[in-house]
Nanobody, 122 residues
Framework: QVQLVESGGGLVQAGGSLRLSCAASGRTLSRYFMAWFRQAPGQEREFVAV????????SYADSVKGRFTISRDNAKSTVYLQMNSLKYEDTAVYYC???????????????WGQGTQVTVSS
């Protein structure tokens, strides 16, 4: 079992920045692919970014490429999502997810956090 706890959400003006954190416990984080998804009211859960455990390679949704950066600190068992140049349409609940095997952008990860709200005011 892996427990994931997100933090760092909040209210920010458009153009601002936030950094989300996802603290993991229960297993060795370095073995897992770690991802961020988001879900706005009335919409499906949407892939944001993923980072591998082995070589820290990353992949991003087109909508956030160049603005968001996913990173990980395996020693701290924590994954981060640095969000810059935030837009109103980035408003959503952001979820951290973990999987031992590649899932890519599919919301079929093995473990999920409870989510943290990000609200961007226009």
């Amino acid at each position: 079992q892996v427990q994931l706890v997100e933090s760092g959400g909040g209210l920010v003006q458009a153009g601002g920045s936030l950094r989300l954190s996802c603290a993991a416990s229960g297993r060795t984080l370095s073995r897992y692919f770690m991802a961020w998804f988001r879900q706005a009211p009335g919409q499906e859960r949407e892939f944001v970014a993923v980072i591998s455990g082995s070589d820290a390679s990353t992949s991003y949704a087109d909508s956030v490429k160049g603005r968001f950066t996913i990173s990980r600190d395996n020693a701290k068992s924590t994954v981060y999502l640095q969000m810059n140049s935030l837009k109103y349409e980035d408003t959503a609940v952001y979820y951290c997810a973990a999987a031992l095997w590649w899932r890519g952008a599919r919301p079929t990860y093995d473990y999920w956090g409870q989510g943290t709200q990000v609200t961007v005011s226009s």
